[in-house]
């Protein structure tokens, strides 16, 4: 699943360290979602489009 | 008062918990969670050092008090086992997802190696130290290797 959280990150200026913190997830989990290693669950994924005030699709696209 | 210190709370979650707090070496070593997740195996440990070391010196002790002393440890070990759950639950789901991948790895491996064994025995191949199967000190030192190499598998994968 493609998703954007690298860009609304750095709008942010954050680090990943940063946004980890804020959601409650290790950094690890940041990478791995920006990467596209690992596809986030539906309640971190509504955290984040909480946090960042976009709708989830906006934020992760599927790849079909 | 109550709102801004809710506020806060939610705005500054705990760290969530990794194997690194309790590795040594790691750089994210923290001494508390290391005591507080590990503190009853050490003390299940303890017990049954002493329960076996009672059970040799004291062999005309009666059933009774041998199955109790034989027995005690194992409320540590349970205790441990909650210790550990929840670490684990104060896991985020990556982590969780890494260590549910390094526990399936390692124990269906100790029961494949078990297996292979237990094999090789009974087709007449006997080896050392094992002619009569994996015994229990064996198997968990077996799981615990595995669970080291499924961990750093599993972390690779999501880096």
């Not at chain 2, 540590?76 to 969780?96: C, K, N, W």
């Not at chain 2, 297996?115 to 006997?126: K, P, R």
């Amino acid at each position: 699943m493609k998703n954007l959280l690298r860009e609304l990150r750095a709008t942010k200026k954050w680090s990943q360290g940063d946004l980890a913190d804020e959601l409650g997830v290790s950094r690890q989990t940041i990478n791995a979602i920006e990467t596209e290693k690992y596809d986030p669950s539906l309640p971190l994924a509504f955290k984040i489009a909480r946090l960042f005030k976009q709708p989830i699709e906006e934020i992760f696209k599927a790849e079909i | 008062m109550t709102s801004v210190l809710y506020i806060g709370s939610v705005n500054k979650p705990n760290p969530v918990n990794t194997p690194d707090f309790c590795s040594p070496f790691s750089g994210h070593y923290s001494f508390k969670k290391d005591i507080k997740l590990n503190a009853w195996f050490v003390v299940a440990a303890v017990f049954y050092l002493v329960s076996m070391m009672l059970a040799k010196r004291h062999p005309e002790w009666s059933v009774t008090i041998r199955a109790t002393f034989a027995l005690v440890p194992l409320l540590p070990g349970l205790l441990y086992v909650r210790s550990l759950m929840r670490f684990v639950r104060g896991m985020d789901e990556l982590q969780r997802r890494i260590q549910l991948e390094a526990w399936l790895f390692a124990t269906i491996g100790t029961i494949l190696i078990g297996m292979a064994i237990s094999t090789l025995n009974s087709s007449g191949v006997h080896l050392e130290r094992v002619e009569n199967g994996l015994g229990m000190g064996q198997a968990f030192i077996i799981a615990f290797v595995l669970w080291i190499v499924g961990t750093a598998v599993a972390n690779r994968r999501y880096k």
